[in-house]
């Protein structure tokens, strides 16, 4: 009989694929060179912003061109579920909420909030906020906008049917659109198929809720950004 030879194993270390380091500013660290030190200025005030007659990055003047009249255009279409519910205020008399998904002309999977409240007073319109986030969270792109409902655009159920789009929020919008302005349209179908007129709304509702059920949000905007917050842009340079 053939004696058995014994089998041994031993743990191994397999190389690391090599990574660069992580960039970062220069540090203020007591211990730095000198060097280093020689790089850090001594201020004598803090900052401030200041301002000049005109920056035409930030607030363009004059007729877009063709090709920048293309890239300002923005479209999207949402579908989700929409409610009508009591104001949280006493100054409210309704507040409407919308949430859905669909795709754009910037994006071909994103999301969508959009929230209306109507006053008690008739004399102001109803006015409210949008968000569109982009499902690319590697892009960091969220657009906001300022919206109002046209005048006597609420249906006979007190839904808003065609809002008006007077601002991007920069204090929302991130990414592409951290910094720029805005437009444009929203238009508002109630039902499972876009475009059915007067759509009732579900008998099945939650305790509370005024009024619920199937809505398409279409986006129409002229959607203008300045160009340099795109985080993605550089992925190619790594000198």
Known sequence: MKRRISVCFFPGLDRCETRLLLSAGPSASPHASPAASALHQRFTQAPSNTTIPLNQLLTPTGVPTAQESRRETYRATFVGQYMLGPGRFSTEASNFYFAGVGRSTVDLHSDTQLRVIRPTDPN???????????????????????????????????????????????NVSSGIYVEGSSQGTIQIHYGPVPHTPNFSPSSNRLPGVLSQGTATVVINAQLYGIGTTFNLRNVDYNP
């Open 124 to 170: 102001i319109l109803p006015a409210g906020e949008v968000s569109v986030f982009t499902r690319n969270l590697d892009s960091n792109t969220q657009i906001g906008w300022d919206i109002v409902a046209e005048p006597n655009s609420l249906d006979a159920y007190g839904r808003p049917t065609k809002l008006r789009i007077y601002s991007l929020d920069v």
